[in-house]
């Protein structure tokens, strides 16, 4: 086994002999003690499989671990469940290392090629590639975004159920102007909106992983205030029928945000645009699945 580096990524690739070498084992091992040394128990990972397999395990999906086992496993695309059938064969990061390291009493394979994270050591990547001759066999693993579960049970908390795409617009109903609040343009803007991993921030926020795509400048005739760098979070607060959604995060005196509650698979309310006077834009906002 020889081993390279490649950007961001440690990786260690069998070209002959044992499918995994001692050299291998022992960059394992490294790889094993950053992953224990992550600071948390419980965890969240999104993971998908390039095999002959059940389709849930070729999508991407967001894998949450508590006490060592798979608790819930959701697609990263719609946000949906993966059933309970399928979701006993998605793998955790400890099962991962495992597939690795018996890699050399596997008779079937002849190489392995393993790529880990260099900061939290899980594996990034592991093909196993069949011996000559072995139709339809091998298999390839691929694991990112590692993150601490919030400690909120995933079926206690309303807010998971915004993991997915959303088709989101917002209108322009009113803007402030120098005499005071004025009827706005009532022009409409649509665009993206995808919620990605929740997880409590340093702040104790319960913040989503996200990205918003979204045009504002022909709606309010100049750019959305505090909107580029484009967010990659999103603070959501409230309750069911009470949904608050910060778009910009931390942002001070600038930035925006809505606030509405769910109706079928919609969620309707008002958004606003604020500044160090106070809001200086708002309207009407919609999500819908």
Same mark, same amino acid.
């Not at 224990?36 to 894998?63: K, M, Q, T």
């Not at 900061?119 to 072995?134: A, K, M, N, S």
């Not at 698979?265 to 604020?274: L, R």
């Given at each position: 086994?020889?081993? &390279? ?37 419980? &965890? ?97 693993? &691929? ?147």
């Amino acid at each position: 086994m020889r081993w &390279y580096a490649v950007p961001m990524l440690l990786a260690v690739t069998t070209t002959c002999g044992t499918p995994v070498s001692p050299s291998g084992l022992w960059q394992l091992a490294e790889a094993e003690a950053r992953w224990a040394a992550r600071g948390y128990a419980d &965890y969240a990972i999104e993971a998908r499989e390039g095999c002959f397999c059940p389709p849930a395990l070729n999508e991407w999906s967001r894998v949450e671990v508590v006490d060592g086992l798979v608790d819930r496993v959701t697609v990263v695309a719609t946000g949906t469940d993966v059933p309970d059938e399928d979701r006993r064969l998605f793998p955790t990061v400890e099962s991962l290392f495992d597939v690795i390291r018996r890699g050399n009493d596997q008779d079937w394979i002849k190489e392995v090629t393993v790529e880990f994270d260099p900061e939290l050591g899980f594996p990034t990547r592991v093909v196993l590639r069949p011996q000559d001759g072995i139709v339809d066999g091998g298999a390839a693993f &691929y694991m990112r975004n590692a993150t601490a579960l919030s400690g909120v049970p995933a079926e206690a908390d309303w807010r998971r159920n915004l993991i997915g795409t959303w088709a989101i617009e917002f209108r322009l109903d009113s803007v402030l102007g120098s005499t005071g609040w004025k009827q706005g343009s009532l022009e409409t803007t649509t665009g993206t909106f995808q919620v990605l991993d929740p997880a409590t921030d340093p702040w104790g926020e319960f913040v989503v992983r996200s990205s918003i795509d979204v045009d504002f400048e022909p709606m309010l005739e100049r750019p959305m205030s505090c909107f580029d760098p484009r967010p990659v979070s999103t603070v959501i607060e409230g309750a069911e029928d009470d949904v608050r959604l910060s778009f910009t995060p931390h942002a001070a005196d600038c930035g925006f945000s809505a606030h509405g509650a769910f109706a079928g698979d919609s969620i309707i309310g008002s958004w606003s645009e604020t500044s160090f006077i106070g809001p200086v834009a708002k309207g009407r906002f919609r999500m819908r699945r």
